[in-house]
């Protein structure tokens, strides 16, 4: 008899297929990104049919096959309800999964980006933390996690520690005088530097305990999206959706 594989892990997106299945892709703490096959999780009353549900974090049983996984079971143990509630938190919650799944890679585990994931949606069903900030928290911090973290605590030039300037071609930040030399920066109030210096050195438990003002807000998400857009080279449909709510 095949043996079974506990994972833990996030259902990243959860497709139809054929007449009662779904293809699901997990993030798993163990093996990273993994697809797996849940058969006849759609019909009704099938024991996958809310387990296999996007956005839900528990433990994986799963039986390993030749280029894919097959569900046996599950044991949810969050299911992000409150997240489910609006339009908005779905897109949301949506765009992270679909980032991760864009980025991570298949079999290598990562309990960081898990982490920040799991950190990520729980902070999107917290009503006074604005979505926007969660949003560009997650952006920076996965980025740091997956090896391209921005350089915001020295001059990326000279470094310097009294850095005000983003600098996209450098990618991170510079001080006053190198920003004077290379022209085409964009300045940074000193709470903008101060929030990004947090986003990307603060344990990550600690990473959704803070509220910016409306400015700063406006100024990290001008920083996030030249960033972000450098190092992601891809258009996700869940932003698409977003942008066309408002
Ligand atoms: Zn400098």
Known sequence: MQEKLELSGIVLSSTAIGEYDKRLVLLTKERGKIT???????????????????FNFGTFSLLEGYDAYRLAGAQIREYFS???????????????????????????GDTGILNLLYLT???????????RLVRRI???????????????????????????????PKNGLLCRKCAEK?????????????TIQYILGSPLEKLFAFQVGDSVLVELEAVTDRYFAEHVQKKFNSLQILASLS
Not at 43 to 51: E, N, T, Y
Not at 92 to 107: I, N, Q
Not at 121 to 131: S, Y
């Open 36 to 54: 797996a096959f849940a058969r006849g999780a759609r019909k009704p009353g099938s024991p996958f049919l809310g387990a296999s549900e996007p």
């Open 82 to 108: 409150d997240v489910k509630q609006d339009i908005e938190g779905i897109c949301y919650a949506t765009y992270f999964c679909d980032v991760l799944e864009y980025l991570c890679v298949e079999g290598i």
């Open 182 to 194: 290379l022209k085409d920066g964009y300045p940074l109030s000193e709470s903008a530097v101060y």
């Open 121 to 131: 949606l729980k902070a999107l069903a917290r009503p006074e933390l604005p979505d």
């Open 138 to 168: 997650f952006e920076l911090r996965l980025l740091a996690l997956d090896g391209e973290g921005m350089e915001a605590f020295a001059c990326a030039q000279c470094r310097d520690e009294a850095v005000s300037v983003f600098y996209l």
